[in-house]
Nanobody
Framework: QVQLVESGGGLVQPGGSLRLSCAAS????????MGWYRQAPGNQRELVAA???????NYADSVKGRFTISRDNARNTVYLQMNSLKPEDTAVYYC??????????WGQGTQVTVSS
């Protein structure tokens, strides 16, 4: 089992920045990749960004150049730096991990609201 705890969501004006954090605990040795998904009301959950244990990253086209995912292996934490935020980035952001057996784990979600 892997437990994921997110922090860092909130309300920000368009053009602003936020940093999300996700701390992993439990069977962290089995984690292959970690990342962030988001879900806006009425929409499906979508991948925002992910990073593998080897450091390879993947981003949704809509956030490329604005968001950066990073991983601190010593702290078992993954971060999502979000810059130049837009109202369409408003969603609940979920931390996600997948282990070597293909088992998914999810955090509880943190709300990000971009509004003036």
């Amino acid at each position: 089992q892997v437990q994921l705890v997110e922090s860092g969501g909130g309300l920000v004006q368009p053009g602003g920045s936020l940093r999300l954090s996700c701390a992993a605990s439990g069977s962290i040795f089995s984690i292959y990749a970690m990342g962030w998904y988001r879900q806006a009301p009425g929409n499906q959950r979508e991948l925002v960004a992910a990073v593998t244990s080897g450091g390879s990253t993947n981003y949704a086209d809509s956030v490329k150049g604005r968001f950066t995912i990073s991983r601190d292996n010593a702290r078992n934490t993954v971060y999502l730096q979000m810059n130049s935020l837009k109202p369409e980035d408003t969603a609940v952001y979920y931390c996600h991990s997948i282990n070597l057996d293909g088992v998914d784990f999810w955090g509880q979600g943190t709300q990000v609201t971009v509004s003036s």
